[in-house]
């Protein structure tokens, strides 16, 4: 069952038989002028919508913006043509009722509600509904516009850079080991071993022995050696950077009386019974 607060969100929507075959778009709605439930849509179909169906909306469904009536495609396109002019009349709706064998609702409480988005028949021309109050009646629809949001990069130049050497002298302290000879006496008793080295000079006398000492002294020297070679070079980096701007839109929206027709032609506001 679809109930009252759906009567706006009905308007344009798509209807799908039970056969899920698409038959059309909601043109108007026609609701109970007691419990406000909707009763009864008309269905545009056709090339463009040119064309208009009634369909009941007893077991019908509403969901994610579809309608599915009861009935398949054909058996909806075939119903009885009645004039959508905002007054379902007695003996239209009973031919109705009788055509779809549904005489579950009082044929003499329900009202209709119009497309929001259509314009004032009173003022339509050829080929349009509806007319242009600021200017020349162009056609039946208002477009909307919309600025959006381009983003780019371009490379521009933010700096240079170049290579350029020069010599630095920094102290080195290092630690180098050296040797040198220094003179030692030893003293080792007569023995057979050495007694004929010992006796072989004369008995007394004066004589002298020399050794030579040496040692090791530090020496410096310094070469030039190359270590590395250096160049200039580039790479890319990306980073994320959040972009701020404002863009603007247009939006369209309805301006009416908010008002009703029931079937006796009365004219109801709709806020007044809500």
């Known amino acids: 069952m679809i109930d009252s607060n759906s009567v706006n969100d009905l308007v344009g929507a798509d209807v799908y038989g039970s056969d899920d075959a698409k038959i059309g778009t909601v043109g108007q709605v026609y609701v109970d002028n007691d419990s406000q439930d909707p009763t009864w849509v008309t269905i545009r179909t056709g090339l463009f919508g040119t064309s208009e169906t009634f369909a009941p909306l007893h077991d019908a469904t509403f969901d994610g913006g579809v309608v599915r009536v009861a009935h398949d495609k054909a058996f909806v396109k075939d119903a009885p043509r009645i004039d959508d002019d905002g007054a379902l009349h007695a003996d239209d709706e009973r031919a109705l009722y009788s055509y779809y064998s549904d005489g579950t609702v009082d044929s003499a409480t329900t009202e209709t509600t119009h497309h929001e988005q259509d314009a004032d028949r009173l003022g339509s021309t050829a080929g349009t509904e509806g007319h242009d109050t600021s200017g020349p009646t162009t056609d039946d629809a208002m477009t909307r516009s919309e600025e959006r949001l381009h983003v780019g990069t371009e490379q521009v130049e933010t700096g240079r850079a170049r290579l350029r050497k020069h010599v630095v002298t920094e102290h080195v302290d290092q630690t180098v080991p050296v040797s040198h ?69 247009e939006e369209i929206e309805l301006d009416d009386a908010s008002r009703t027709r029931t079937t006796d032609g009365t004219v109801a506001d709709r806020d007044a019974r809500s």
């Open 181 to 249: 000879d220094e003179v030692t006496l030893e003293r080792e008793p007569i023995t057979d071993a050495n007694a004929s080295d010992a006796l072989a000079g004369p008995d007394l006398s004066e004589e002298e022995h020399e050794v030579v000492l040496t040692e090791e002294r530090v020496v410096t020297a310094k070469e030039t050696v190359p270590v590395e070679r250096v160049r200039l070079g580039t790479e890319t980096v990306t980073e994320q950077q959040q972009v701020s701007e404002d863009v603007s839109h």
